[in-house]
T-cell receptor
Framework: DTGVSQDPRHKITKRGQNVTFRCDPI?????LYWYRQTLGQGPEFLTY????????KSRLLSDRFSAERPKGSFSTLEIQRTEQGDSAMYLC??????????FGPGTRLTVL | KQEVTQIPAALSVPEGENLVLNCSFT??????LQWFRQDPGKGLTSLLL?????REQTSGRLNASLDKSSGRSTLYIAASQPGDSATYLC?????????????FGQGTELSVKP
């Protein structure tokens, strides 16, 4: 297994456009997480899935954000009507239960 | 509400020095603690995971300790090298059921000068 992968690695979009990011976790991991990181800060938790069920969403996740994990495999994070404040690194991670969390390379979003 | 603090925010040392990075957390009821490394513009690389019942973990030149009762963890790096230059982040997991929902510190940016 090559680890957690994310696509795209970079995304530049104009304010008001919709964007979608994909995450492929480590195959045997049942939990998948999304985090957001802005410059100079530690990552902040957004949401997580256990298998296909979305178990928790942070208050940071406004109504413009939606995440899915159909069939408990890959996950997508969609941001509708992007704003400049959405510019950040979006990190996906996975784990087997509550054990070691492994992160992907991230998707860098820039909203112009 | 759990808060994680890392001091110092930045550290510069000459190559070969041994160094300690500090992490403190306000609520001692944690499930585990992880240390990560992050290179500029990259994702996070897991370094060490310490379960709440453990006192320390070692991997190569790295040693992490945990004192849950006082809300502290340290990452010790022996014989530092320029390749160790990166940001080091600690994160706590609040409970078994929320394992993986990590609460991060802001990180310590380490620079090792040749």
């Amino acid at each position: 297994d090559t680890g957690v992968s994310q696509d795209p690695r970079h995304k530049i979009t104009k304010r008001g456009q919709n964007v979608t990011f994909r995450c492929d976790p480590i195959s045997e991991h049942n939990r998948l997480y999304w985090y957001r990181q802005t410059l100079g800060q530690g990552p902040e938790f957004l949401t997580y899935f256990q298998n296909e069920a979305q178990l928790e969403k942070s208050r940071l996740l406004s109504d413009r954000f939606s995440a899915e994990r159909p069939k408990g495999s890959f996950s997508t994070l969609e941001i509708q009507r992007t704003e400049q404040g959405d510019s950040a690194m979006y990190l996906c991670a996975s784990s087997l239960g509550s054990e070691e969390v492994l992160f992907g390379p991230g998707t860098r979003l820039t909203v112009l | 509400k759990q808060e994680v603090t890392q001091i110092p925010a930045a550290l510069s040392v000459p190559e070969g020095e041994n160094l300690v990075l500090n992490c403190s957390f306000t609520d001692s009821a944690i499930y585990n603690l992880q240390w990560f490394r992050q290179d500029p513009g990259k994702g996070l690389t897991s370094l060490l995971l310490i379960q709440s019942s453990q006192r320390e973990q070692t991997s190569g030149r790295l040693n992490a300790s945990l004192d849950k009762s006082s809300g502290r963890s340290t990452l010790y790096i022996a014989a530092s090298q320029p390749g160790d230059s990166a940001t080091y982040l600690c994160a706590v997991s609040p409970s078994y059921n929320q394992g993986g929902k990590l609460i991060f510190g802001q990180g310590t940016e380490l620079s090792v000068k040749p």
